[in-house]
C-alpha cells in the first residue's frame, strides 16, 4: 500500500505558474505508476497526466499539453506537476494518484489516492 500527500496548490493569475508536490509513503514508490487527475465543481475526475515506474514515459491530456511537465523523483519518493501558461479552464482540485500500469488514463484504473490540492487560476 501507498499513501499520498498532494502540496503546492493555490491562487494564481492566468498565464503563472504554480508546481504541485505529491509525496509517497509506504511500499516501494518506484513500484508504481504515478498519475495526476482534476475535478472541477460539478465535474467528474479528469485525467491529466502520468509517469512510469522510471519516468521514462509519459502521458499527457491534450487540454494540458505543452503546458504542464510530470516528473518524479523516486529517491524522494516525490511526483511533481509543474503548470505553465495557467488558464482559468485549469481551476480545480488536483489529485495525484498511484497505479501498478502504465497506460491507463481513467480514475477507476488507479489503486491510490491522495486527499486533493485546491488550484484557482483567476483571469
Known amino acids: 500500500q501507498v499513501q499520498l500527500v498532494e502540496s503546492g496548490g493555490g491562487l494564481v493569475q492566468a498565464g503563472g505558474s504554480l508546481r504541485l508536490s505529491c509525496a509517497a509513503s509506504?511500499?516501494?514508490?518506484?513500484?508504481?505508476?504515478m498519475g495526476w487527475f482534476r475535478q472541477a465543481p460539478g465535474k467528474g475526475r479528469e485525467f491529466v497526466a502520468a509517469?512510469?515506474?522510471?519516468?521514462?514515459?509519459?502521458i499527457y491530456a491534450d487540454s494540458v499539453k505543452g503546458r504542464f511537465t510530470i516528473s518524479r523523483d523516486n529517491a524522494k519518493k516525490t511526483v511533481y506537476l509543474q503548470m505553465n501558461s495557467l488558464k482559468p479552464e485549469d481551476t480545480a482540485v488536483y489529485y495525484c494518484?498511484?497505479?501498478?500500469?502504465?497506460?491507463?488514463?481513467?480514475?477507476?484504473?488507479?489503486?491510490?489516492w491522495g486527499q486533493g490540492t485546491q488550484v484557482t487560476v483567476s483571469s
Open positions: 509506504g511500499r516501494t514508490f518506484s513500484s508504481y505508476v
Open positions: 494518484a498511484a497505479d501498478l500500469q502504465f497506460g491507463p488514463t481513467l480514475a477507476s484504473e488507479y489503486d491510490y
Open positions: 509517469i512510469s515506474w522510471s519516468g521514462a514515459g509519459t
